[in-house]
């Protein structure tokens, strides 16, 4: 459906997307994850025609985005970042000034304004100024207009920032919905949000991709760093003693916060967490010590946003103050 090849846009000498390359099939929400500054807005606005690129090539079901921009974009439906709202209108007379600027006319133009504002619930205000309108309720006329035209997919930047609670659940339901219909990319900085949405994951760092899976297959990349904590009243040197002949730990370090009990991370390369924490069971059983507590901390999607959007920005340290920054952002973010 989308085929994205090396995609690198530069400002001056600022690489903001490098050599990006991914493939969008029919069918699926697909989640563009990644922390302020990533490049995901960069990336949107090349793939929807908005922006050129530097280099690579950019094809909606085999129309290139740069040689046939006409034919491309009909087959897109975007919501920008900022969408272009004419605030003096009301959501009808925006929806018709699109939907004719798309092509449409008469009949087929009213049936299909009418399908959107029923999609987008905003029959109750379709005749209020927009300027007038909730900022949750701008935004589903910003989905309204990027529907019209019908194309096959759509594009929606940061749909949920800068709404409050219940308008981002209203939001996220409608993006479920329309994920039955279209194809969907919709970007995000909040993990939680693109877990709850998308089948499928693209976390960007630093203008590249770093990771593409689903969601529960990215949980599974960090499988190998399973983390069991125990707290037991051995000591320290007891509790090293006691699980000296457990395989497959990898790492051991005791918390210097909590005097009163030793308590022990143990880290793990196994597949199956519990059967480590099987064996560490029993190996305090046999040498008749007491574990007062044991915790097993899997990993999740947020432990995968964090080790490489992080990894990524070691690789590219050289770029100095503004890494530290997105770090700082990303993890403000996911925690
Ligand atoms: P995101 O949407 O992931 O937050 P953007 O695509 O907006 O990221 O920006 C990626 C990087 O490119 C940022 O570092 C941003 O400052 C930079 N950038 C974006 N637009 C411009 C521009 N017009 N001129 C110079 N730098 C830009
Ligand atoms: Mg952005």
């Given at each position: 459906?989308?085929?994205?090849?090396?995609?690198?846009?530069?400002?001056?000498?600022?690489?903001a997307?490098?050599?990006?390359?991914?493939?969008?099939?029919e069918?699926?929400?697909?989640?563009?994850?990644?922390?302020?500054?990533?490049?995901?807005?960069?990336?949107?606005?090349?793939?929807?025609?908005?922006l050129?690129?530097?280099?690579?090539?950019v094809?909606?079901?085999?129309?290139?985005?740069?040689e046939?921009?006409?034919?491309a974009k009909?087959?897109i439906?975007?919501?920008?970042?900022q969408p272009?709202?004419?605030?003096?209108?009301?959501?009808l007379e925006?929806?018709?000034?699109?939907?004719?600027?798309?092509?449409?006319?008469?009949?087929?133009?009213?049936?299909?304004?009418?399908?959107v504002?029923?999609?987008?619930?905003?029959?109750?205000?379709?005749?209020?100024?927009i300027s007038?309108?909730?900022?949750?309720?701008?935004?589903?006329?910003g989905?309204?207009?990027?529907?019209l035209?019908?194309?096959?997919?759509?594009?929606l930047?940061?749909?949920?920032?800068g709404?409050?609670?219940?308008?981002?659940?209203?939001i996220?339901?409608?993006?479920?919905?329309l994920?039955?219909?279209h194809?969907?990319?919709?970007?995000?900085h909040?993990l939680?949000?693109?877990?709850?949405?998308?089948?499928?994951?693209?976390?960007?760092?630093k203008?590249?991709?770093?990771a593409?899976?689903?969601?529960?297959?990215?949980e599974?990349?960090?499988?190998?760093?399973?983390?069991i904590?125990i707290?037991?009243d051995?000591?320290?040197?007891?509790?090293k003693?006691?699980?000296?002949?457990?395989?497959?730990?990898t790492?051991?370090?005791?918390?210097?916060?909590?005097?009163e009990?030793?308590?022990?991370?143990?880290?793990?390369?196994?597949d199956n967490?519990?059967?480590?924490s099987?064996?560490?069971?029993?190996a305090?059983?046999?040498?008749?010590?007491v574990?007062?507590?044991?915790?097993?901390?899997?990993?999740?999607?947020?432990?995968?946003?964090?080790?490489?959007?992080?990894?990524?920005?070691?690789?590219?340290?050289?770029?100095?103050?503004e890494?530290d920054?997105?770090?700082?952002?990303?993890?403000?973010?996911?925690?």
């Open positions: 459906m989308i085929s994205v090849e090396h995609l690198t846009k530069c400002y001056g000498d600022f690489t997307v490098d050599d990006l390359s991914f493939e969008i099939v069918g699926h929400v697909y989640g563009f994850l990644g922390p302020n500054g990533a490049g995901k807005s960069t990336t949107m606005n090349i793939m929807t025609g908005c050129s690129a530097t280099s690579g090539h094809r909606i079901d085999g129309y290139d985005i740069f046939e921009p006409n034919k009909k087959l439906g975007y919501l920008p970042e272009p709202l004419y605030m003096s209108e009301t959501p925006y929806l018709k000034f699109v939907g004719e600027a798309k092509g449409l006319r008469g009949a087929e133009l009213k049936k299909q304004i009418e399908e504002i029923q999609r987008t619930k905003l029959t109750d205000v379709k005749n209020r100024c007038a309108l909730s900022k949750g309720y701008k935004q589903r006329v989905i309204a207009q990027a529907l035209g019908n194309p096959k997919v759509i594009i930047d940061e749909p949920t920032v709404l409050d609670p219940i308008q981002i659940i209203e996220r339901d409608l993006i479920k919905e994920g039955k219909t194809t969907v990319i919709f970007s995000s909040i939680s949000e693109v877990q709850a949405i998308c089948d499928q994951v693209l976390i960007i760092s203008g590249k991709l770093v593409f899976d689903e969601p529960s297959k990215l599974k990349l960090l499988m190998t760093t399973n983390e904590i707290t037991s051995a000591t320290r040197e007891e509790i003693e006691t699980l000296a002949d457990v395989n497959h730990i790492d051991m370090s005791f918390d210097e916060r909590n005097t009990y030793a308590v022990a991370h143990i880290r793990t390369d196994h967490i519990y059967d480590i099987g064996a560490i069971f029993s305090f059983a046999a040498k008749g010590k574990l007062l507590e044991m915790t097993l901390k899997k990993a999740n999607l947020e432990d995968v946003f964090i080790e490489l959007t992080e990894n990524s920005n070691k690789d590219n340290a050289s770029s100095g103050s890494t920054m997105e770090i700082t952002e990303s993890e403000e973010v996911v925690r």
